[in-house]
């Protein structure tokens, strides 16, 4: 292994990220010319540091995490947090440390945690961020607390004033979708569509299978678990691949990406129209619009849900007060490989909302086909729609950075 080679990173010029923002950077190496092995990699026998030499002058060291690639083979991906620089060019010491050479490796700051209750936890420097609950009690996994800059949950587990339970399957952050073949992952009451022409026939479940990665790291954390679709008379409809990556940002702010696959376990599945599925979150009750101090924002600039309910948009943002002097908020980002892109969303005034991506047009998929989204959940301080404008602009096109060997020229 090669140590302390001088690569060129060239990073494409890329606004809007605030001065205090990170950049999210990613750049694709060839794991032959530095001489590594893919099993290095995978048992972490190997880190990395980045010295970047800032436009400003000063020159600072931060950790990167690998990741090998799949497809092309060979090729290693590195990722780390940057600060923006308003030069297009970026000069970087690439720093490989082997484990045992007496050198330090990168700390993994973000790690996973598990509990004693069907709950596992994505820390960063012992300050936990999110919870992932898949105990089989619930009808779905779900992600909760989902923590903000200020220490407190912008989510919570239900309606604030459904004194009935009708929507106690709103819980917090999750997965679902109201008609799978005709079988609701969406609501867990089916009665409430009696005397109407719902096609409904059953309520399904979303069953936690297993894990197949938990990963912990300097840069971020990375879960991944199959989940079966099981319908109401226990006949598996879709599997799902489910890899969620947790990236905190300074501040307390924190990058959640979804990555999901389906896959039909049946001839075929429709995934019918529906404002109810795919990603759907119950914010805390004072980032409400109506009885909160909250408001909705989407990327068209419509307010609240008189503007952006039932409206196709390239993201949503929901922020308002979680204490008498901290605005914190949450907001997905759709991505534009994803089907149906920009999406409908379904949000209301007592604080729902939803990423609908079957809002206005139904899908079949077939035996051997796989449907996969794409995701990212921004949980940030204040309610500048402004960073949450350049935070999607970032999943939807990340920075293009090319890498060559050598000192500048």
């Not at 005397?195 to 197949?212: A, N, Q």
Request: aromatic residues 8%.
């Amino acid at each position: 292994m090669d140590e302390g080679r001088t690569l060129r990173f060239d990073v494409a010029a890329a606004d809007g990220l605030d001065s205090r923002d990170e950049a999210i950077l990613s750049a694709a190496i060839d794991l032959e010319a530095l001489g590594l092995d893919p099993a290095q990699i995978e048992a972490r026998q190997v880190g990395f540091w980045l010295q970047e030499r800032l436009a400003d002058g000063p020159t600072v060291r931060v950790p990167a995490q690998a990741e090998v690639l799949p497809e092309p083979q060979g090729r290693l991906k590195l990722t780390w947090l940057a600060p923006r620089s308003a030069s297009a060019m970026r000069r970087v010491i690439f720093e490989p440390v082997e484990r045992g050479s007496g050198k330090a490796l990168p700390f993994p700051a973000v790690q996973i945690f598990p509990d004693a209750s069907d709950r596992v936890w994505v820390s960063h420097d012992n300050r936990n961020l999110l919870g992932y609950c898949y105990s089989g009690q619930y009808r779905k996994p779900f992600f909760y607390p989902v923590i903000g800059p200020s220490g407190r949950s912008v989510t919570r587990l239900g309606h604030p004033r459904d004194f009935e339970g009708g929507h106690d399957h709103h819980r917090s952050l999750w997965i679902e979708h109201e008609n799978v073949n005709n079988v609701s992952f969406e609501t867990e009451h089916l009665h409430f569509y009696a005397g109407t022409d719902s096609p409904l026939v059953g309520i399904g479940r979303i069953e936690h299978d297993r894990f197949l990665r938990q990963e912990d790291g300097p840069v971020y954390a990375r879960l991944e678990m199959a989940l079966d679709w099981v319908s109401h008379e226990g006949e598996v409809l879709l599997n799902e691949v489910r890899r969620v990556r947790v990236c905190p940002l300074s501040g307390g702010e924190q990058l959640i990406d979804f990555d999901l696959s389906f896959v039909p376990q049946v001839e075929q599945v429709t995934f019918g129209q529906s404002t109810f599925g795919i990603l759907a979150a119950r914010v805390a009750h004072s980032l409400e619009s109506g009885r909160g101090g909250g408001r909705i924002l989407n990327a068209r600039g419509e307010l609240n849900e008189e503007g952006v309910h039932r409206q196709r948009a390239e993201w949503c943002d929901y922020s308002g007060p979680v204490s008498p002097t901290e605005t914190n908020g949450i907001a997905i980002l759709g991505h534009p490989e994803n089907l149906h892109y920009p999406h409908t969303f379904h949000v209301r005034d007592d604080g729902w909302m939803c990423a609908a991506p079957f809002g206005r047009h139904a899908k079949t998929i077939h035996s051997g086909e796989t449907l996969r989204f794409q995701f990212r959940v921004f949980v940030h301080d204040g309610d500048d729609g402004a960073r949450v404008a350049a935070r999607h602009a970032e999943f939807a096109q990340p920075v293009a950075v090319s890498v060559t060997e050598g000192e500048d020229g």
